[in-house]
């Protein structure tokens, strides 16, 4: 591929970021693109696309045999186009090419997802790995399977029913109508009734705050969500209002993290933050219910006439960050914050940092949906988050 010098940058942080990286974060899209790419190449051998007739062909479409190419990042379940009646024995090059420069492939598909897959982007890729010109109905066909495979798992049916689902949100940075604006990435994580995580939803939208939750929210509840016995969130505006509309019985658990970092902004001065924020944390790590609210109260009563703008809003927000006490103790550290969605946010943003600014709001969609589809397989086929009553 010709590269011009903003490429060039931009395939040196992602080369820092991601081609050393022992975890198979675009497996599932490797896979599409080099199957796609072989149907290419087997086109191109025959010498007519699919259900189109020729006298010149070159041979018939025989269907295909499955394949697992292993590499650094893991096993790729391909699909190795045949042919038969041809004159010559035909083999897909670009599965050969896959292996030998896997790390390319990786940095391009990287760089696709930065790019929001522009049509040039995509049909240097395909060129790349066909060895060949390649048609703008074959770039959009890749582009639309890459998106396919991503929407499948946003929309998936959730079965079975998870008893605690967390809740967050990050921004990042997009263009839109001529200007620069937040786009709020939502994310829901669910801990099934056997004690799995798995990520539930993830939507990206411009739109109003409560609005945005309340359709996300809606989407989870007709994907089937039920089971729900606890939502454990950080304080979003319009998310509570959500919550209420959609899933008016369930209870509300608010980031005991977050209400400790909320409680500094009430200090009367910077050298009493860290103070307050082990006060804040003393209380949450109390032995049980009445502990924490005995807890409170001393709280309340030391701080009235040192820091009486913290006093009062303890007063008012500390009976949000209790649910948690009525649930299995072993639990309590686990859902009481939404540590879990946290360190999603990071990873995330280790991958979209090199993006810098994301051309639309679908690309910026699609890079973590990818991330988040392949931490959820790694959830749901490794070692279970929590163990569950009566185990």
Not at 22 to 31: G, H, K, R, T
Request: glycine share 6%; aromatic share 8%.
């Amino acid at each position: 591929m010709n590269l011009d010098k903003t490429d060039i940058s931009i395939v040196n942080d992602i080369l820092e970021s991601l081609s050393n990286q022992s975890n198979p974060d675009l497996n599932p899209v490797i896979e599409q693109l080099l199957n796609l790419a072989a149907l290419m190449q087997r086109e191109k051998f025959i010498g007519v696309a699919a259900y189109e007739r020729s006298e010149d062909r070159q041979g018939y479409a025989n269907g295909f045999k499955p394949k697992t190419m292993h590499t650094r990042s893991g096993p790729l379940k391909l699909q190795v186009p045949q042919v038969r009646g041809g004159d010559e024995d035909f083999y897909p090059s670009c599965f050969e090419k896959g292996v030998r420069s896997e790390r390319a492939l990786k940095l391009t598909l990287a760089e696709m997802y930065v790019q929001g897959i522009s049509t040039r982007k995509v049909k240097a890729v395909t060129e790349e790995l066909c060895g060949m010109k390649v048609s703008s109905s074959q770039v959009s066909r890749a582009s639309k399977l890459l998106d396919k495979e991503l929407e499948k798992f946003r929309n998936r049916p959730l079965e079975g029913a998870y008893k605690y689902l967390f809740l967050d949100a990050h921004y990042e940075k997009v263009r839109h109508a001529g200007s620069v604006v937040s786009l709020a990435v939502l994310k829901a994580i669910g801990v099934a009734s056997d004690g799995t995580r798995e990520v539930l939803g993830v939507s990206a939208s411009l739109s109003e705050a409560e609005v945005h939750w309340r359709g996300f929210l809606g989407s989870l509840h007709d994907r089937g969500l039920k089971g729900i016995e606890l939502f454990t969130s950080d304080d979003h505006a319009g998310l509570k209002n959500a919550l209420r509309a959609v899933f008016p019985s369930v209870p509300w658990q608010r980031c005991t993290f977050h209400l400790a970092q909320n409680a500094q902004a009430y200090a009367p001065k910077k050298s009493m933050k860290p103070e307050i924020a082990q006060v804040m944390r003393d209380i949450y790590n109390s032995p049980s219910l009445e502990e924490a609210r005995e807890g409170v109260k001393r709280v309340i009563g030391r701080y009235a006439e040192s820091a009486p703008k913290f006093a009062e809003w303890l007063e008012e927000n500390a009976e949000e960050g209790f649910l948690f006490f009525k649930f299995d103790r072993s639990h309590w550290k686990k859902i009481r914050t939404v540590n879990v969605v946290e360190r999603l946010h990071a990873e995330i943003r280790r991958r979209t940092r090199v993006a810098r600014l994301f051309p639309n709001e679908e690309s910026c969609l699609r890079l973590v949906s990818a991330v988040l589809q392949e931490i959820h397989e790694g959830w749901v086929s490794g070692r279970r988050y929590m163990k569950m009553e009566g185990e």
